[in-house]
Every structure is written in C-alpha cells, then in structure tokens.
C-alpha cells in the first residue's frame, strides 16, 4: 500500500502568504453576490503538463470540463476529472455559513455561498475569493504546482473574535473530461493511508489522494445525485451529474491560521501549502521577467493588464515527450476542451 509523507506538526498553518498587491482582475459584491453574474466569470489554473483546474466565481460548476482536479494522465493528455467541487461549511460565533454553491437539477440551488463572497480577485493567475462570516474575514486560493497533477485549496482567516470552524466535503469522480458520470451502483475504494485518503476508482484505474499537512480526511461514500451543469443544457448536451462524497475533513482555525488541502495524483506531494504557493508566485514572475528581457521597452511603457496576458498565454505552454526530445514542449489550443491540435493553436 502506498503511504504519503509523514510531516511533523498537525496544527493549523500560520499564515505566510504574500501582502495583497492591486489585482488585474477583481469584483465586488455586486458581482459575487449575483448568481447569474459570478455563474459567468469563470477561472483557470494549469500545471504546465496539460491538467488543469477551473471552475466559476460563484463556486457552482456550471460545465462538466470544470473540476478542482482535472489530471492529465498521458500529459498533455488523458484529461480525467478526479476531484470536482468541495462543499465547505464555516462555524463562527454560533452561525453556520455556507461557502459552496450548488444547483440541482430540479432547479433549487442550496447551499448558496455566493451570498457570502465579499469579494473575488485574480493574483497572477491564483484565484481568491473572501468571505464575510458575521464579523469573520475568510479568504481561499487556488493553485496548481508546475509539472504535477497537483491541486491546492488553501483556507486563510484574516480576521475574526473567536475560532472557525470549518467543515469541507470532497466531491470525487473518475471520468474522461468530456464525458458525465451517472453513477448507478458504480462502488469506488476510499481508504485512509498516511495524512489522508486515497481513492481507487475501479481495478486499473490511477489512484488518487486527498491529503493534508494539519487536516484529519475521513473516509466517507455516499453518491450525491443530480447536479446541474446549465453551460450543458445550453449547448443541447447532457447536463445532470453525479459525484462521490468520498473524504470529510474538519479543522478549527485561529486568526492568522491557514490550512491547506492538496489533491494530487502522487502520494509524496509535497503538502506544505506555502512552501508550494512560494513556487507558484515565483515561476509567475519568472515568466513576467523573461518577457521584459525579450523586450525592456515594450515593458516599460506597457500597462498592467498585460502582466495578466503573459501569463494567460503561459498556461497554454505544456510539456510533450517527443521522439529523442525528452524535454519537449508544446501548445494548447484551447481551454477547456482543446488538446496541443497545431492547426486549431494557429487559427
């Protein structure tokens, strides 16, 4: 049996994350707190490799190629998504909040987290969403790590009287990203290994895990029926879908902690979530410092918005193992659902 790495300290991370810098991208409550509006901003993250994460402003998932884990198992191919959506819930104060949006197919939407957003950012292109809970200030991110199958969901609180409680739900699948999952009595193995649970979906299947440095996953299984996917009923495709409850994780959070969840298809991940977001932070700049080499002109006079296109235009660059190039690269031609096609990149 495969185990995960072993880190020492279980407690809530303090919070070392960077000073909040002027995002190119950011909306307030008079988008977040529309569902409709926040339904339409949608973000992505990549993994250089062809895997992706991505998903809406309001937390629904309103495409089947959305998902926190969509791994490439063939890179830049072989796209399967593997961890979809989590359901959160943060207890403060006595109150229950909600942080997850739902629609179901019979129309209802519950839970409604969208409510909760004060406000959603881009900072490079990690997406950060923070929310207003009573008197609490909760901020998450979202990233990936470079060349690996790799999500990380980080839980900040910024500002509160007492402790948060926060309470998450791991919605899994295993299926081609363009296909749906419609579940029928299909069993997946969920089993607890090291600091936190690994799922095999069926014989042959790639396993994957649900991890943690400071936050204890139980296994669970219990098929949550019936999502609605409305990008799917408007182009006239299947648009019901089913996920697997398949790990619940509780942790209590101090001001100034953080905890991070990492999703990944490699039991040794690294789990320090910000050893990792350091990474990312870095390899964005890198790419920002690599353009204004290539041209110092151009950059000095460039307005900061073209900070976010240089690094849109990275998360197409993938790597490809080529005959006698094991270092190959390549390009996507489009998210969510195009692969590294030549001609379509250079339409």
């Known amino acids: 049996m495969a185990t995960t790495q072993k880190r020492a300290n279980p407690a809530p991370e303090q919070e070392r994350t960077a000073p909040r810098c002027n995002a190119a991208v950011e909306f307030g409550r008079e988008v977040c707190g529309s569902l409709e509006l926040a339904d339409e901003r949608e973000w992505l993250v990549t993994n250089g490799i062809g895997g992706y994460a991505s998903g809406t402003v309001s937390g629904d998932l309103t495409r089947r190629y959305h998902g926190l884990l969509v791994a490439a198992l063939h890179p830049p191919v072989g796209r399967t998504q593997l961890v979809a959506k989590l359901e959160e819930t943060a207890g403060y104060e006595g109150g229950g909040f909600a942080l997850a949006t739902t629609r179901w197919s019979s129309g209802a939407v519950e839970p409604k987290g969208y409510l909760n957003i004060e406000s959603f950012r881009l900072e490079g292109t990690i997406p950060v969403w923070r929310f207003a809970l009573a008197d609490a200030l909760l901020e998450k991110r979202i990233w990936m790590r470079q060349g690996e199958n790799t999500t990380y969901v980080q839980y900040s609180l910024l500002r509160g009287n007492g402790p948060l409680r926060l309470a998450v739900k791991a919605l899994v699948n295993y299926r081609d990203f363009h296909s749906s999952t419609h579940a029928g009595d299909w069993s997946m193995r969920v089993e607890s290994v090291g600091q936190g649970i690994r799922i095999t979906a069926f014989d042959g299947a790639t396993p994957f895990w649900l991890l943690s440095a400071n936050a204890r996953f139980e296994p669970r299984h219990e098929w949550y029926r019936d999502f609605l996917l409305p990008e799917e009923t408007a182009r006239g495709l299947d648009d019901r879908e089913d996920y697997l409850f398949a790990a619940a994780a509780n942790v209590e959070l101090a001001r100034s902690q953080s905890v991070t969840l990492v999703f990944t298809t490699d039991p040794q991940a690294e789990l ?33 918005w073209i900070r976010q296109l240089i690094l849109a235009a990275d998360q197409f660059i993938v790597k490809r193992r080529l005959p006698g190039e094991l270092d190959g690269g390549s390009v996507i031609a489009g998210y969510h659902w195009f692969g590294d096609w030549g001609r379509d990149t250079m339409i």
């Not at 320090?272 to 890198?286: F, Q």
């Not at 041209?295 to 460039?302: G, I, L, N």
């Open 272 to 304: 320090d979530g910000a050893r990792t977001l350091t990474e990312r932070v870095k390899h964005e700049r890198g790419c920002y410092s690599k353009w204004k080499e290539g041209d110092a002109v151009a950059a000095a006079a460039a307005p900061a």
